[in-house]
């Protein structure tokens, strides 16, 4: 006897359901599930509760991490990402952004006030004197800085100090749509990112490259030197993510601060990142790094691939009356 003819004899001495078992069946378990009581809201809240309380030791477990990173590595601008940060792409990015954003009041100077910003700069020893390096303006190579810098609310006049410095040094503002990150030139701009990317495309029309290219660099430049508000930003990431040649990256910024680069290529064989904070969507820094492949002469052929040739970290930020106030 096989062991499929010990099953039928088996089966065979058991009485089959019949259709009003069944029935009858199907109404005691209603019956059943229908008197049972319902679920109290507070086990559900408590369940919240408990997971964000994981999530609160996930990022503190990062940010352990982060400060144990050597100040070689730092100064270095070498990179590297915990396994818990989660990464999407850029478009992804940008949605998540403008949800945060849709529940932020934007806050801007008056006209006579001043956004105050404070950065901390990394140049390579590997570059020549001669390479000029945006958007630092000023510094030698190989070095590492911290430089404070206000721009008035209506753009009319800038100021910076650099580390160690008492002196302030004053210089007027720019009308040229290309040099302008002000409050005056932000709070014009549309929080709609279709009208938002062809205003942008108005403003870079007379830049020497293509549009998409002419476009990507205008909006890194702004979320570099500009702070803008948080729908702005959030508009901002969504115009770049709908550009061709961009992509995400998990990275750590000069800082040691774990975050996402958002990035894009130009024809130098430069990559021009900045890098954003997962969970506020703010900035915390830039880097340009030369990776090589070059459609054009480049200054930076000398380099070796993967070479950091700037690193900036934006330690704080905030509004104050006068230029050399510091929140």
Do not use: C
């Amino acid at each position: 006897m096989n062991d499929l003819d010990m099953v039928r004899d088996l089966r065979s001495e058991v009485r089959q359901s019949e259709t009003n078992d069944l029935h009858r069946a199907r109404r005691r378990m209603l019956t059943a599930v229908a008197s049972e009581p319902p679920v109290r809201p507070v086990r559900r809240m408590v369940l919240r509760v408990a997971t964000m309380g994981a999530l609160g030791v996930t990022i503190m477990t990062g940010v352990t991490v982060v400060q144990s990173l050597g100040t070689d590595d730092r100064e270095r601008g070498i990179t590297s990402a915990p396994a818990w940060l989660s990464v999407a792409n850029a478009e992804t990015l940008a949605t998540h952004a403008t949800a945060a954003a849709a529940g932020q009041t934007d806050i801007y100077p008056r006209a006579d006030q001043w956004v105050y910003v404070k950065r901390d700069y990394y140049t390579s020893p590997k570059l020549m004197p001669e390479v000029v390096v945006p958007p630092i303006g000023g510094g030698k190579t190989g070095s590492r800085y911290t430089a404070e810098m206000w721009t008035r609310g209506d753009g009319k006049e800038r100021a910076r100090r650099n580390e160690g410095g008492k002196t302030i040094k004053r210089r007027q503002g720019g009308e040229d749509p290309r040099l302008r990150f002000d409050p005056a030139y932000l709070r014009s701009l549309p929080l709609e990112p279709s009208a938002l990317l062809e205003r942008l495309k108005k403003d870079t029309s007379v830049i020497p490259l293509p549009e998409a290219r002419a476009v990507s660099r205008q909006i890194l430049s702004i979320l570099q030197e500009g702070v803008p508000a948080a729908r702005l930003r959030a508009a901002l990431y969504t115009v770049l993510s709908q550009l061709d040649d961009v992509g995400v990256e998990k990275v750590r910024d000069l800082l040691g601060r774990q975050g996402v680069a958002i990035y894009t290529h130009d024809d130098e064989g430069i990559r021009q990142e900045v890098i954003i904070d997962p969970n506020t969507f703010v900035l915390l820094g830039a880097r340009h790094i030369y990776v090589g492949g070059a459609k054009s002469p480049s200054p930076y052929s000398e380099l070796p691939e993967g070479e950091v040739i700037i690193s900036v970290a934006q330690v704080s930020v905030g509004i104050v009356d006068d230029a050399g106030d510091v929140p």
